[in-house]
């Protein structure tokens, strides 16, 4: 998957969490995720890590579909 297109699964997934997307790209280029190091998303998709940001948000996914 090209950077572009996973950017843009990322950005899809998180927009099932998060309706706003001004939010959403906030979120995308400047909020660390503790999980995965402290990185932002951004800066996991461009370091060819965007694959770890598609599981992280699964999961979330995932939690809110069962709480």
Known sequence: MTP???ERRVL???AGIVA???KIDAWYRSD???VLGGRT????VA?????E???FLLD????????
């Open 4 to 6: 572009q297109a996973l």
């Open 12 to 14: 899809a997934l998180a």
């Open 20 to 22: 706003d997307p001004e």
């Open 32 to 34: 660390p995720i503790a």
């Open 41 to 44: 998303a951004q800066t996991l």
């Open 47 to 51: 370091a060819g890590a965007g694959h």
């Open 53 to 55: 940001v598609v599981g």
């Open 60 to 67: 979330v996914l995932r939690l809110e579909r069962t709480s």
